[in-house]
């Protein structure tokens, strides 16, 4: 079965929030998403099973960089190829706008995730000590560099 991505809007914060509430440990309230949702600058996508959304993706571009807020599939929906749907969309998207790179920072346990990423061309960049909490953990800032460099401003692995 071949998925699509459709664009998303604030009257969808409500579904994201639910998907968030079962992915993270500090998921994003309705109001946060409503919000970011409502910003120009911003793009969410998402895959709808029998009028379900089942996953989405976010981010935002300024000044010619690209940043993934987060990705999530339910758990039910998940393994069934939407994560890299929901990546490819916002990569396409992204490539149409004056950016130069995506960034992205992930849990260094996350595998799925960083498998994922670097199956879609994402490079390991720098790590972000004790980025996370509950559970605490350092992140991994991996970044897509559309000109295929794998050159970088701003990395800081003292913080
Ligand atoms: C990461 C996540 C979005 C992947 O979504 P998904 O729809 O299950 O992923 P897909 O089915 O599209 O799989 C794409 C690739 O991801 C990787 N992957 C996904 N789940 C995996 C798992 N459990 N173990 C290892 N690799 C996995 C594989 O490389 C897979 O490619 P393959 O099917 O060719 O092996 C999903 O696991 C999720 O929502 N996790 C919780 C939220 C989260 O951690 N988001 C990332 C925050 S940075």
New binding site residues.
């Given amino acids: 079965m071949s998925y699509e991505a459709l664009r998303l809007s604030e009257k969808d914060a409500f579904a994201v929030s639910e ?1 968030e509430k079962l ?2 440990s500090h998921p994003w309230s309705e109001a946060t998403l409503v919000s970011e949702m409502k910003d120009p600058l911003s793009d969410f996508f998402g895959v709808f099973i029998e009028d379900e959304l ?2 989405y ?1 976010g981010g935002r571009t300024i000044a010619g960089e690209t940043e ?1 807020f ?6 039910k ?11 490819k969309r916002f990569i396409d998207e992204a490539r149409k706008k004056d950016t130069e790179q995506i960034f ?4 260094t346990s ?10 879609e061309g994402f490079a390991f960049c720098g790590i972000r000590k004790d980025y996370y909490t509950d559970p605490k953990e350092n992140a991994i800032l991996m970044h897509l560099a559309f000109d295929g460099t794998m050159e970088y401003e701003e990395w800081d692995d003292d913080e």
């Fill in positions: 998907i992915c993270f089942a996953g993706i993934i987060n990705v999530a599939v339910s758990p929906f998940r393994r069934k190829g939407l994560g890299r749907v929901l990546i992205l920072e992930v849990r996350n595998l799925p995730a960083i498998s994922l990423y670097e199956s």
